[in-house]
């Protein structure tokens, strides 16, 4: 397989690691897809850059692939049916000039089932950070339009494969609530390959042991300490802005925090409720936390 090349910390990196992930995409094409999949997991653990490998492996295996990102204003749209593609296209292109994302979004899914109905039988649909644009409200309905796809296309196909991922916590709860879609969560990357994306950055770097505690793993975070020259309490108060971690939230929930850093899983069993909709709403932690299976099934 060709390995996919990625922007990162300002610079080109090659696809690393994920050997498991890209072996789960090599499972759905062998075994089928009955739901489609939400990937969530936290900001910047790798999401998009597996998307894109996972989208150049299944061109290799022989699929039509439509990519979409509208956060990243990026797409990707490799369709045999060419007046099919070229609507895509050309809605893609309208959307970019009027920064109308969601209106493509919503088109993937009719865009979907006329490929399959022109013929296309073997297909990819890769919905990237689309609830943003669409609102967490609709985000169950969107999966449900893509369940429909599975379960009543328009023509007969031999493999439909349909994933979209989120970071944002509270859609996770949206697409819970209903039975349309399966979440899997991901996580930051493995100690071996976080390494080999460490060993990609030029220049003098603290101790991988450093990085390693810092980041818990995190590509984006590794990019962001590389681009501040590694001084870890920038990237602190630059997050702390983000995520309007204001002194009132402190002062407010202070002794809860202190805990929660000793041992996160006082949030799961000691915390208040309301502190960790705060923290789930900010995108600051994954509640309730999923099991980590060393060999999932999906
Ligand atoms: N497996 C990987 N190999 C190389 N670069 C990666 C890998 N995973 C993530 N990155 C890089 O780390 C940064 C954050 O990853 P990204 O995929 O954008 O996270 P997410 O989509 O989960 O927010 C990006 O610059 C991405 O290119
Ligand atoms: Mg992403």
Known sequence: MRRVRLGFAGRE???VDREQALRQVEDWVNRGM???????????CGKTAWLRQGAELLRELGFDVIY?????????????VEDVRNKLLSLIREAISQIAWGRVVW???????????AGTRKLAIIVDDAFQVIGIDKVAIYVKGLLGILEHPPASYDKVIAITATSEGVSRREIGRHLWARLIPMWNMI????????EQLPGNKPDFEDVWRLTGGNPRILGELYEVNWVAD??????????EITPDLIRKWANH???A??????????????LVDELVRRNLILFPLPSRDPDPVD
């Open 13 to 15: 990196v090659e696809f």
């Open 34 to 44: 009955a739901l489609p999949r939400v990937v969530y997991g936290r900001e910047g």
């Open 68 to 80: 979409v990102n509208p956060i990243e204003l990026a797409f990707t749209v490799e369709l045999g």
């Open 107 to 117: 088109s993937i899914i009719g865009i979907a089932r006329s490929a399959i109905e």
């Open 191 to 198: 100690r071996e390959g976080f390494e080999q994306l460490y």
């Open 234 to 243: 920038k990237v602190i108060s630059e997050l702390i802005n983000d995520k």
């Open 257 to 259: 925090l202190r805990e």
């Open 261 to 274: 850093v000793g041992d996160p899983d006082y949030l799961w069993y000691n915390a208040p409720g309301e």
